[in-house]
């Protein structure tokens, strides 16, 4: 019986660890479908902001009680997930708690999960409630309707049943295997449920819980995939890969410095050919879709929490206007996706669809209503940059469709013309100084 079980778990490890595998190779095909661009630069820089932002959640706590039920969560299920280990070697050797011959030290580590499993359901229930009850705006805004609404929800809910049936497990195996209460803090008190069973019926239990948390568990893995719980394991490659320039320095177009050294070149063909990315396709200035996004931006997307506490510190959103920071890496995101099942479809190629992020995911409304005060930026907890993905799309509007707001098209006008944003020419720029 021991036999087929092991059997069975590996069959199960397999599927689960091969599948999530699988994902993880999609989603990485998909972010090299992004510009190239080079984030090799000043390493020791790029691994502080990784501890201190990702692993150590120092943009979190800026709003402290969030930050620190966040922390509950993010410390009490890493930890709690070290377990997984000692499942996997139970699961395949026949063996029962494999790390209890470590005494003492066993006690401790199984004791500690189990308080931390504890607050994680305190944190998510609390969560729920703040999510469904309370109703906190940037929870209930128009863009989290819906998927990204219901995957919230989904998440907390798979949180609880894994917690519980950690609990239930540790549980049961108080009562048969008579264990210390020591060890088992929380689950000690729910041993009592079992103490009317005969001890067949509760090692049946026992098992069942157990198999119940290890595909719980990979289940959960695997759902990642389609969730905003990416974050989970791209926050460490987003903050590591995160811009280092002072927030409001605007990078140049590469495309466009080629074009000016061409025409700064007394012997540059002026017939020649438009400057062409590696794959031979001419640059485009800015960007209309997501191809034409560097592949920072799109693990930038991948990588969105749908937190909103961009957006609820956005100035524009805070006025009224349509744009959402949350929302414009919430598109991008849905349009990759959209691609990659293109790709997926086609056999490795892209087929055109008629469609792009720039109208058909993001209006020139939202575009134009950004203020570039690098807000969203600044509270982003992982260092998603919002305001780059907007600023790249506005290029392409000005630079390829000439599709600025008229107030813009007179001012660059005006620059042209006067060396001046205003309709005055050179002569008579003093002349405020005689008006009454």
């Given at each position: 019986?021991?036999?087929?079980?092991?059997?069975?778990?590996?069959?199960?490890?397999?599927?689960?660890?091969?599948?999530?595998?699988?994902?993880?190779?999609?989603?990485?095909?998909?972010?090299?479908?992004?510009?190239?661009i080079n984030r090799s630069d000043n390493s020791s820089e790029r691994w502080k902001n990784m501890a201190l932002i990702a692993l150590g959640q120092s943009k979190m706590v800026k709003r402290p009680i969030a930050g620190i039920?966040?922390?509950?969560?993010?410390?009490?299920?890493?930890?709690?997930?070290?377990?997984?280990?000692?499942?996997?070697?139970?699961?395949?050797?026949?063996?029962?708690?494999?790390?209890?011959?470590?005494?003492?030290?066993?006690?401790?580590?199984?004791?500690?999960?189990?308080?931390?499993?504890?607050?994680?359901?305190?944190?998510?229930?609390?969560?729920?409630?703040?999510?469904?009850?309370?109703?906190?705006?940037?929870?209930?805004?128009?863009?989290?309707?819906?998927?990204?609404?219901?995957?919230?929800?989904?998440?907390?809910?798979?949180?609880?049943?894994?917690?519980?049936?950690?609990?239930?497990?540790?549980?049961?195996?108080?009562?048969?295997?008579?264990?210390?209460?020591?060890?088992?803090?929380?689950?000690?008190?729910?041993?009592?449920?079992?103490?009317?069973?005969?001890?067949?019926?509760?090692?049946?239990?026992?098992?069942?819980?157990?198999?119940?948390?290890?595909?719980?568990?990979?289940?959960?893995?695997?759902?990642?995939?389609?969730?905003?719980?990416?974050?989970?394991?791209?926050?460490?490659?987003?903050?590591?890969?995160?811009?280092?320039?002072?927030?409001?320095?605007?990078?140049?177009?590469?495309?466009?410095?080629?074009?000016?050294?061409?025409?700064?070149?007394?012997n540059a063909d002026p017939f020649a050919n438009q400057p062409a990315d590696e794959q031979g396709i001419p640059s485009k200035f800015g960007a209309s879709d997501v191809q034409d996004l560097n592949w920072v931006q799109l693990?930038?997307?991948?990588?969105c929490t749908e937190c909103g506490r961009c957006t609820s510190s956005c100035p524009a959103n805070q006025t009224g206007k349509k744009l959402s920071p949350r929302k414009i890496m919430m598109d991008t995101r849905d349009r990759?996706?959209?691609?990659?099942?293109?790709?997926?479809?086609?056999?490795?190629?892209?087929?055109?669809?008629?469609?792009?992020?720039?109208?058909?995911?993001?209006?020139?409304?939202?575009?134009?209503?950004?203020?570039?005060?690098?807000?969203?930026?600044?509270?982003?907890?992982?260092?998603?940059?919002?305001?780059?993905?907007?600023?790249?799309?506005?290029?392409?509007?000005?630079?390829?469709?000439?599709?600025?707001?008229?107030?813009?098209?007179?001012?660059?006008?005006?620059?042209?013309?006067?060396?001046?944003?205003?309709?005055?020419?050179?002569?008579?720029?003093?002349?405020?100084?005689?008006?009454?």
């Amino acid at each position: 019986m021991n036999y087929l079980s092991s059997i069975l778990f590996a069959i199960l490890l397999l599927a689960g660890f091969g599948l999530f595998i699988k994902n993880i190779k999609t989603i990485v095909r998909n972010i090299k479908l992004g510009q190239n661009i080079n984030r090799s630069d000043n390493s020791s820089e790029r691994w502080k902001n990784m501890a201190l932002i990702a692993l150590g959640q120092s943009k979190m706590v800026k709003r402290p009680i969030a930050g620190i039920l966040h922390i509950f969560v993010y410390v009490g299920f890493v930890l709690i997930n070290i377990e997984l280990l000692e499942i996997i070697i139970d699961g395949l050797f026949g063996t029962h708690r494999a790390f209890s011959g470590l005494g003492t030290a066993y006690v401790c580590l199984i004791a500690s999960f189990e308080i931390l499993a504890f607050l994680v359901v305190v944190a998510v229930i609390i969560f729920w409630i703040r999510r469904n009850i309370i109703q906190l705006k940037r929870f209930i805004s128009a863009d989290l309707k819906g998927w990204p609404k219901a995957d919230a929800n989904y998440i907390l809910y798979f949180e609880i049943i894994l917690m519980s049936l950690f609990f239930l497990m540790n549980a049961s195996d108080v009562f048969q295997q008579i264990k210390t209460p020591a060890a088992f803090p929380i689950s000690h008190f729910i041993a009592p449920l079992f103490t009317n069973m005969n001890p067949e019926t509760v090692e049946i239990l026992e098992k069942t819980f157990w198999w119940l948390h290890i595909t719980g568990i990979l289940i959960f893995m695997n759902y990642l995939y389609y969730s905003k719980h990416l974050h989970i394991l791209l926050a460490f490659p987003n903050t590591y890969y995160a811009d280092l320039n002072a927030k409001g320095k605007i990078d140049n177009l590469e495309s466009v410095t080629k074009e000016v050294k061409l025409m700064m070149d007394p012997n540059a063909d002026p017939f020649a050919n438009q400057p062409a990315d590696e794959q031979g396709i001419p640059s485009k200035f800015g960007a209309s879709d997501v191809q034409d996004l560097n592949w920072v931006q799109l693990l930038n997307a991948y990588t969105c929490t749908e937190c909103g506490r961009c957006t609820s510190s956005c100035p524009a959103n805070q006025t009224g206007k349509k744009l959402s920071p949350r929302k414009i890496m919430m598109d991008t995101r849905d349009r990759l996706v959209e691609v990659g099942s293109n790709i997926d479809a086609n056999k490795g190629v892209f087929v055109p669809d008629s469609k792009s992020l720039l109208h058909d995911y993001i209006t020139t409304e939202e575009l134009w209503a950004c203020t570039s005060c690098n807000a969203c930026v600044e509270e982003c907890p992982v260092n998603i940059s919002p305001l780059s993905i907007i600023m790249d799309m506005r290029r392409y509007l000005v630079m390829e469709q000439s599709a600025a707001p008229q107030p813009l098209n007179a001012m660059m006008t005006n620059i042209e013309n006067n060396g001046a944003p205003w309709p005055y020419n050179q002569m008579d720029r003093l002349n405020w100084k005689n008006e009454q």
